[in-house]
């Protein structure tokens, strides 16, 4: 018997989660084990309960899905976030599977296509609802042109775990911050802080997010 996929909702309509719920319910294949109605509680129930999927909102009330994304990524690289957004602008689109999203779904999409996109992203792929416009890969395949193009030779000195920790600490995260997020100490955060700041050459965190910026890995 194959075992079911935990998955964690972030939402902030009571509704719109028991219809999500009633939908994965239908399907042998999912379970509901959470459910969050901010980014706050769905960054500590994602750290709790380490769903293998998580269904995300991006308009929640006290901030946006897409850095709720980013955080719980960072925490567990291994789980898989959809978006269901009530949002199709491309941009929106672009910035989700820049944080870390594998699929995306519209809300007015939801009934015919959530099931899909899970039993998708599940698997390892990638899901695009097809109601959206063949421009959202477009820009998606430039945009992944543009981060390919970093070229800088000190970036490339660093580790994946520094490269890591280099974007964390360019978005304004703090040590400790950063220490939740990836499950190690303080102490280690400061060492590989110093490793970067050496290899690099830079001497302050705002020289950081500068050259940050001007390589495009914020």
Do not use: W
Not at 14 to 30: V, Y
Not at 65 to 80: A, F, K, Q, S
Not at 86 to 112: L, N, P, R
Request: charged letters at 30%; aromatic letters at 4%; one cysteine or more.
């Amino acid at each position: 018997m194959t075992e079911k996929k935990s998955v964690l909702i972030v939402d902030d309509h009571p509704l719109f989660r028991e219809g999500i719920k009633s939908l994965i319910g239908r399907h042998a294949g999912f379970e509901v084990v959470g459910e969050a109605e901010n980014g706050k509680q769905g960054i500590k129930k994602a750290k709790k309960l380490r769903p293998d999927l998580v269904i995300m909102d991006l308009s929640l009330p006290d901030q946006s899905g897409i850095d709720v994304t980013r955080r719980i990524r960072g925490m567990l690289p291994e789980t898989r976030i959809m978006i269901l957004s009530m949002h199709s602008k491309i941009d929106y689109i672009t910035k989700a599977f820049q944080a870390g999203a594998c699929g995306y779904v519209v809300k007015e999409s939801a009934a015919e296509r959530l099931v899909e996109c899970l039993k998708s992203i599940s698997k390892g792929d990638y899901f695009l609802d097809t109601s959206l416009s063949h421009k959202v890969v477009k820009n998606l395949m430039e945009s992944g042109e543009k981060e390919a193009k970093i070229t800088d030779t000190g970036y490339k000195t660093l580790t994946p775990r520094e490269q890591q920790i280099t974007r964390l600490l360019a978005e304004g995260l703090s040590t400790k911050d950063i220490a939740d997020q990836l499950f190690i100490s303080p102490k280690t955060v400061e060492n590989h802080r110093s490793n970067i700041m050496n290899k690099l050459d830079i001497h302050s965190t705002m020289e950081l997010v500068r050259y940050a910026a001007k390589l495009g890995i914020t």
